[in-house]
């Protein structure tokens, strides 16, 4: 196993070097083959992290939480590293002299945060999550800027801005950790995770619930909870589809595992009442504020962005619900919600080249002129709706079943009201988009087609997963979510 | 201070320490007041110098040899090594801005809503809650006094502030790192045994953030052609 954790750091790595040289169909090639196998490399972990942890090298461990977050990571790197393909044809096929450039800078780009991505779940040791998370900013705010356009300059800046500003205060957090730590384990603790666990009730209550409200503030800033989510719907409206995609799916859950790491810490030192109530009141914050402002956007991607803030909010729910099958809905929300975002986002993407606008009101019947990516996209907006079959259908329930049989009413209800009006702000937005005719000068003279097959790929692929997330999850990740929810203490 | 504290007057080590922290505070403080980048730039400097010599301080004291080598990482990164990085930054830009001259090297935009004595009124009050909630929490220290994290929570208050204030991505850009500078304080009362590695890393990492800090500040200028924020409005809703 050792080798395959290895080769899921060294890979990226590697192909961010190549990307650097190499003209930009081979750094193309070489990502894609790269994401594809990173998401093989991690399948292969959850055999062995359904039934123990993993641990190497004193510094990483890979346990079937982790694993659940690696998957969402490597499933997105792998389909946008296809997709990135037929994303950038158009600009090379219009000989721009600035695109080898470009180019060289993007796929470097993607490969070095999709590696840091997938470093942040294997550290034992908060100090090295928390650098690991840190690094996913810098390289991210460098992607969101890679545009070169007034838009993507401003977002980049808002979000580094307040992004830093936010994991310094994750960085209070993590000290605070170390001096709670540091007084049941010695002054020669060195912040690895797994003795602070075995700590629990030894450790000091008031440092623990201090740095466990300091890492939901800080690290929710990344995660894109309420009032700190203030830079994702600029960032993800600016940066090149396949970025926002990454960013959606991937970058908010590595922010969230990290969330869900101190919220280990804490409810075994504090017991479970007190950060499930923090991770409540930014819970529904956060879902009903994306819940109205769903209602009225013109921005498609904008509109996903908000989304993402909508999903992130039920994630923060579901955990305080604590009951197992509540546990288990979170997880499998992260990998539906990747999934389901993912596709949203490739499919926002094409329908932006195809009409050339990211106003929805400028693009109009996305259903008759794209044939694969309308209905995909379509598809794609009724699986973020938690529309069954799909996968967030079942996370969903479960998390809804898990907030009634820990007796707390109001809070599901609440729930069920936020997600439906945020199902009616997606579904008007979708339907003008697909199923109202073309109209318009530009949208009527458009041409029937898809712009590249690459683009359509991935998309597939990604309703796939999510038909099998929602239909009858395979018997190794059921095992694999169990575990998971046993880690994470699940008491009702 | 307790009312034990009160009583016995504090030894020199302790009463050195905080007087370095209150430094460190006080250098926040400068940062509202100056009108040029520059000095700005120079004031982070002797921030991040003065808690370098607290940590050489520590070090010596409670004989923990690993913060000598931590101050002086600090000390390179901090007190040379970014403020050469800024300082080129604004010279860059001083040359490049043709019709304002030395704009990005002379002037700081300062708030749109409050005038600058209201902001310090509002740094002051929000470094007292700082000061004062700390000591609700009740955390002992056997490394220094407990008043250098009262100082360092409220360094970093007022950093926010600062960072909120400013209306150019410079200053803001120094409120960050100054916010920084606020947490390493406070890790050296409260976290002082951490590994040297990880210590290393964080700088590493700090370092990493302020080159693409300097890339995105460049990005900014070449397209608003100033230092300005009052442009980045156009992403709402």
Redesign the interface.
Known sequence: MLAVILLLLILPFAAAAVSLRAPDRVAGAVTAVTGVACFGLVLALVPAAAHRDLGYLSYLRIDAVSVVFLMATSFLYGAVAVYSIGYLAPSRRSRDPGFSRYSRRFYTGLNLFAWSMLAAPMMN?L??LW?AV??T??IS??LV?IE?T??A??????Y??IA??GL?LA??AT??T??AG?QVLG?????SFTPLLHAGARLPH??VR?AFVLAVVGFGTKMGLFPVHTWL??AH??APTPVSALLSGSLLAVSFYAILRYYQVAAAALGPAFPRDVLLVFGVASLLLAAL?LL????VK?MLAYSSVEHMGILAIGVSFGAPIALAGVLLHVLAHAAAKGNAFMGAGVLVHKFGSKRISGISGGLDLLPWSGPLFGIAILALCAMPPFGIFRSEFEIVQGGFSSARYATPAVLIVLVTLAFFGLTVAANRMLLVPARGRVAADLPRGEPSAWMVVPVVAGVAALLVLGVHPPAELTGLLSRAVHQLGAVT | MSATAAVAAPSVYSGGSSVIALGVLLAEFGMFRQALLRDQVRLYAVQSGLISVLAVLVAAVRHLPDLYVLAALSAALKVVVVPIVLRRLLRGIGRAGEDEPAAGWTEIAGSGSLSLANTVLLAIAVAAFGFFSVRA???QSSVLPITALEISVSV?LVA?VL?IMRRD?AS??IG?LS??NG?SL??LV??A???LI?EV??LF?LL??VV??E??IR??H???ESLS?A??T??R?
């Open positions: 040791n100090a090295l650098i840190e690094v900013t810098v705010a460098l800027a070169n007034d838009g300059a401003e977002a980049a800046w808002k580094i801005l830093s500003a310094g960085l209070l000290i605070f170390y001096y540091a002054q020669h603790y060195d912040l008031t440092p201090l719907p600029d409206s600016e402002y009225d956007q013109r921005d904008r | 929490l009740n955390i970093v926010f960072m991505v803001q850009a960050f916010l920084e947490i406070a890790a409260v976290a045994g951490l590994p990880l890393a964080f990492d990493v953030a693409v800090f890339l995105l990005v900014h070449g397209r608003a924020t442009d980045l156009s992403l809703g």
